[in-house]
């Protein structure tokens, strides 16, 4: 798995994307100064492609660690976010620009893990997709869950 970036289309084909990331809920626009890393993978729920982006202070379980945070214990590290994956709709949305972590250390924790990045992902949206049916407001108001993305994509999902 590499990281890439997305086309600045992305940004304004989707002007609108709940908890995502780099999304200010307040003046309802993206924040475009920084520019982010992110994990593509194709999961198998309606082969649905989805980019994970690169986060520093990742709190959760939701996630693919890289590198493992040691000097604060409510911080597991830096890695791929799961809770705020961006739904691809366009292969074009995907910059063949390869992103470059500064440590070359984690950037090798990628090498031949999308499969099981994938699987756990597909584990991700499938406790969403069944704790959202069940109304289980215990899952859905988890750290893991509670601010997720996957609310944007209910429609593709199947959830509705």
């Known amino acids: 798995m590499e990281l890439r970036k997305l086309a600045p289309s992305y940004y304004l084909d ?9 999304f200010d809920m307040a003046s309802n626009s993206w ?7 992110h994990g593509i993978v194709e999961i198998t729920f309606n082969n649905l492609i989805f980019a994970f ?8 379980r939701a996630s693919f660690i890289l590198e493992v945070n040691r000097k604060d214990r409510h911080i597991k590290g830096m890695g791929l976010d799961y809770s705020k994956a961006l739904l691809i709709k366009h292969r074009h949305h ?3 620009e390869v ?18 990045i994938s699987n756990q992902f597909n584990a991700y949206v499938a406790k969403y997709i069944l704790s959202f049916r069940k109304r289980d407001t215990h899952v ?18 199947g959830v509705d």
């Open 94 to 96: 995907i910059l063949d």
């Open 31 to 37: 924040n475009m100064l920084k520019v982010r890393g």
């Open 140 to 157: 859905l108001n988890s750290y893991e869950y509670r601010y997720t993305t996957l609310i944007n994509y209910h429609v593709e999902l």
């Open 14 to 22: 989707n002007p609108v994307v709940q908890q995502a990331l780099d």
């Open 99 to 116: 992103f470059l972590l500064t440590s070359k250390q984690a950037g090798r924790k990628l090498v031949n893990k999308g499969a099981h």
């Open 53 to 60: 982006p690169v986060r520093s202070h990742i709190r959760h």
